[in-house]
């Protein structure tokens, strides 16, 4: 279905955190929208997609900027404390149209310069992978999540249809951890999986973190509850895994595999380290 794509010049970049992520000073969304369009993404109950009056995963609002403006404007937030930033709490910064308008590469270009505390990357792309030259100047301070949230393809083509599939995810956390880079996959949102997941993530990455539903999407699982998602696992005839202890079998197959102390759960899994660099 085709797209609506718009250009937009924000007046700021960065947005003070608040709620779930308070481990944060700011958040950086380079797009308003996701292309992806999850099935259970929380940010469709939020007022950025409800008062849109568009489909979610059909519109997208690209953040066009001038980068000595980025740049004086986390120079500026860097005076006043700690600069710890998540990016990206409302959208992926690595969705297809970050190939042809290179937005993030173009903020990481002004962050390797003038480095943040602490920079969070959550996406679920393997575009990620194009930026490791960037990433390299920010390693000491920097973690990258990949969003690997199961190992069944069927799974991911019944709940996710426009995300990349799960492969080449996987193909791109091997890169990133051949490189050094300091990442992690994120079963989040715990989705119905295979005996074999925790060995097929343990062979790309050395940290983990689970989250789901009820933990993660800011609600006790009321949002994923009003978008119809059991309705979706009743019709894959997965109706098991759609259950606030579901996740606790992913948990104990990771921890056949993983040391305890690379395995975080929910929120613990998405903030900054206290030590200032990740392990």
Same mark, same amino acid.
């Given at each position: 279905?085709?797209?609506?794509? *718009? ?35 929380? @940010?469709? $109950? ?8 568009? =489909? ?8 066009? #900027? =001038?980068?000595?403006?980025? %740049? ?13 930033? /998540? ?14 308008? $290179?937005? !993030?590469? &173009? ?13 969070? @990357? ?7 992978? %194009? ?13 990258? &999540?990949? !969003?690997? *949230? !199961?190992? $069944? ?15 080449? %995810? ?5 890169? +990133?951890? *051949? ?14 999986? &295979?005996?074999? #997941? ?7 990455? &050395? ?6 539903? #009820? ?6 699982? %009321? ?14 005839? *997965? !109706? ?9 079998? @992913?948990?104990?197959? +990771? ?14 899994? /998405? ?9």
């Amino acid at each position: 279905m085709k797209k609506t794509i *718009e250009h937009k010049t924000p007046k700021q970049l960065l947005t003070p955190t608040r709620g779930y992520l308070k481990g944060y000073s700011h958040t950086l969304n380079p797009y308003m929208g996701c292309a992806f369009g999850c099935s259970y993404c929380y @940010v469709r $109950r939020l007022p950025v997609a409800l008062f849109k009056g568009q =489909e979610w995963g059909l519109w997208i609002d690209v953040k066009t #900027f =001038e980068k000595d403006r980025f %740049r004086h404007e986390l120079i500026r937030a860097k005076k006043k404390g700690a600069v710890t930033i /998540f990016m990206s709490s409302s959208t992926d910064p690595y969705q297809p149209l970050e190939h042809r308008e $290179r937005i !993030t590469r &173009s903020l990481l270009e002004v962050m390797a310069e003038e480095p943040p505390d602490f920079l969070f @990357v959550q996406t679920r792309s393997p575009l990620v992978v %194009r930026d490791a030259d960037l990433f390299q100047k920010l390693k000491d301070r920097l973690l990258i &999540s990949v !969003t690997v *949230e !199961t190992d $069944r393809e069927e799974i991911r083509k019944a709940l996710t249809p426009w995300a990349p599939p799960i492969p080449t %995810r996987l193909k791109a956390l091997a890169q +990133l951890k *051949e490189a050094g880079l300091p990442t992690q996959a994120a079963v989040s949102p715990v989705l119905p999986s &295979s005996e074999r #997941f925790a060995d097929v993530l343990k062979a790309v990455v &050395s940290r983990v973190t689970v989250d789901d539903y #009820f933990m993660g999407d800011g609600s006790g699982g %009321r949002r994923t509850e009003s978008l119809g998602i059991k309705k979706i696992y009743e019709q894959i005839g *997965e !109706t098991d895994w759609y259950d606030p202890s579901a996740y606790q079998t @992913v948990l104990d197959r +990771l921890r056949a595999v993983f040391p305890a102390s690379q395995i975080y759960v929910s929120l613990e899994g /998405f903030l900054p380290p206290a030590s200032g660099t990740v392990d």
